[in-house]
């Protein structure tokens, strides 16, 4: 199925996810650990929510964490390499420009001369618009490895209060398999907005928050609604953990409080930032049992630069494997 709502493209397909393993690096940065910018990270903790964030070391890499990941998923779910037919790297932060960091990631994990390697470069929306390229290319009974994950850290400054204490570092790797069980999909995109969240070659990241904040109010409530038309009625509701007071007053106005309880909505914002695309992975396994994942249905919903939204409604029938690691 192929409609709009609101302006929103929406698409029914015949597609499920089979596992959801994320690794955070080791590093836990407090705020008193961040010298000089303490007191501001601080005060800036206040109304972002942030009190710590992951942050890679020196040898560590969104592709490697990505990888770590993706490990562990195979062996838990006894998909061998050879059985992967394409991968998926989302990402906005690779390590190096050519090749591109799908392709080493094809090489390091051993995957077969007929998996298809692709890389795109998606912001926080990028969970959920991977998961859907991913259904695209599952379709027929194909198994695709989507890659998700960001080493913010690298690219802010961190005198800057509005993103140098806001970002964590994650990597995760989802396995997603075409089949009967159907996963439904809503997204929107505005490049008008682009500059808003930019980043130019050689600079840090440059954020204007409030234009962020306001498109956010414009934009995800509606997204949430279109998700819930399609489905009313799921067991979790987890958001890009973009920040406190931006999730709050998302909530409020989609009135998700007269609806869901608040563990159906879990936020992981205090112990981990401001993952970038891999927020919701890593929300997932962080705070969904195994147990709990397998028999519950979600509504995922990210948003960010672009401007770009976009949620999913997936089930967790097929779900064999959720697991947060830690990457040393």
């Known amino acids: 199925m192929t409609t709009t709502r609101r302006g929103n493209f929406c698409e029914t397909i015949g597609a499920h996810v089979c596992g959801v393993v994320t690794a955070v690096p080791q590093l836990v940065v407090t705020d008193a650990m961040l010298g000089d910018h303490a007191a501001a990270a601080s005060e800036a903790g206040a109304i972002t929510g942030v009190r710590t964030r ?42 190096d420009a ?29 969970y959920v618009q991977g998961l859907w390229l991913a259904s695209r290319l599952a379709e027929g009974n194909r198994r695709v490895l989507l ?20 970002f964590g570092d994650a990597g995760s790797a989802t ?39 306001t498109f956010a109010l414009r934009e995800v409530p509606g997204l949430i609604e ?21 999730l709050e007053q998302v909530i409020k106005r989609a009135q998700l409080k007269e609806r869901f309880t608040p563990a159906q909505i879990p936020t992981n914002l205090a112990d981990y930032g401001n993952c970038s695309c891999a927020s919701i992975p ?16 979600f509504a995922l919903f990210g948003f960010g630069a672009g401007w770009a939204w976009a949620g ?15 990457a040393a």
């Open 175 to 213: 396995a997603v398999q075409g089949g009967s069980l159907k996963s439904h999909f809503v997204m929107g995109n505005d490049g008008r907005g682009a500059q808003r969240l930019h980043r130019e070659h050689g600079k840090p990241l440059a954020m204007d928050g409030a234009s962020v904040f």
């Open 282 to 297: 890593l929300l997932l396994c962080d705070k969904v049992s195994p147990l709990a994942a397998k028999r519950s249905r």
């Open 54 to 95: 992951r942050r890679a070391s020196a040898s560590q890499t969104t592709e490697s964490l990505c990888a770590i990941a993706a490990r562990r998923l195979l062996e838990q779910l006894g998909w061998s390499p050879g059985c992967v037919d394409a991968l998926i790297l989302v990402t906005q932060t690779p390590t």
């Open 147 to 166: 890659l998700v994950g960001d080493t913010s850290s690298r690219i802010v400054d961190r005198a800057d209060r509005a993103t140098g204490p806001l």
């Open 226 to 246: 279109d998700v819930l038309d399609i489905a009313p009625s799921p067991d979790y509701l987890l958001f890009h953990q973009a920040n406190r007071l931006m």
């Open 98 to 126: 050519i090749p591109s960091g799908a392709h080493r990631l094809h090489g390091e994990l051993a995957l077969p001369k007929h998996c298809a390697a692709i890389e795109v470069n998606w912001s926080c929306s990028g």
């Open 312 to 326: 999913a409604v997936v089930g967790g029938a097929h779900l064999d494997a959720v697991e947060l690691i830690e």
